[in-house]
């Protein structure tokens, strides 16, 4: 399993031409699945994916994870 991630002031999913999600400020993953990859890959990307300090701080030091930035 692999994930490319952008940080985004603002993102959306088109199919066929309709919006079927969007988000202000965030992460946009790409996720890329493999054969054999299960439900333990997903969870155990999910923890380093809500992990990743890539949010500035109050100094404008990249030391905030998605969680602590919202």
């Avoid at 603002?10 to 988000?23: D, K």
């Avoid at 380093?48 to 919202?70: C, Q, T």
Wanted: hydrophobic share 50%; charged share 25%; proline share 3%.
């Amino acid at each position: 399993m692999r994930a490319v991630v952008q940080r985004v002031a603002r993102a959306q999913v088109t199919v066929e031409g309709e919006t079927v999600g969007s988000i202000g400020s965030g992460m946009a993953v790409l996720v890329g699945v493999a054969e054999g990859d299960g439900p333990r890959d997903a969870e155990a990307l999910a923890d380093k994916l809500v992990a990743l300090r890539i949010f500035p701080d109050a100094e404008g030091r990249m030391n905030l994870s998605v969680g602590a930035a919202g």
